[in-house]
């Protein structure tokens, strides 16, 4: 299967790549091994589509306080809990953050953190799906992708500088 890609290169987090169908956005790498495996997967083209310059603007007039709402066609794969999880994730407002549990309570499964955790780590739209914003309920960074808490540490600081 084709898809087609662009990247935005970041002077905060490096290159982000950004992979459309053709119809909606369909995945953000933020980090190269993911991105390298992701091209293992899909036969990627690279492309200047309208939708891939939205997209790459987008980004860029959020990493530079002037957007924090996006507006693309997304397009996301999971369960219907992932699906759950990641609608609630989209009603986060730029600038705040809440727990694992805050998300688990909305969206009425108020045991299923871990779950919670697992559906935001499946995330594969990265800062247009913000998973950046949910933290551990003591407030510390955890979870981000595994182990890359620094890529949600400079998220959560450059959403704080330009909210206030």
């Known amino acids: ?64 306080g002037k957007r924090q709402t996006f507006h693309l066609p997304l397009k996301w794969k999971g369960t219907k809990f992932q699906e759950q999880v990641w609608q609630a994730l989209c009603e986060i407002p730029y600038g705040t953050t809440v727990s694992y549990s805050d998300i688990a309570e ?27 914003r949910v933290i551990g309920k003591n407030g510390s960074l955890t979870g981000y992708a595994g182990s890359r808490i620094d890529a949600k540490a400079l998220l959560l600081e450059l959403e704080q500088r330009y909210s206030i």
């Open 1 to 64: 299967m084709k898809q087609e890609y662009n990247v935005y290169k970041s002077e905060l987090l490096g290159p982000i790549y950004i992979v459309s169908d053709g119809d909606a956005i369909v995945s953000v790498q933020l980090f190269e091994e993911e991105w390298l495996w992701h091209c293992q997967q899909y036969e990627m083209i690279k492309s200047n589509s309208s939708l891939l310059e939205s997209a790459v603007q987008q980004l860029d007039e959020y990493f530079h």
């Open 106 to 132: 909305k969206i009425g499964r108020p045991k299923a953190v871990r779950a919670v955790g697992q559906a935001n780590r499946a995330n594969e739209l990265a800062i247009f799906v913000p998973c950046h």
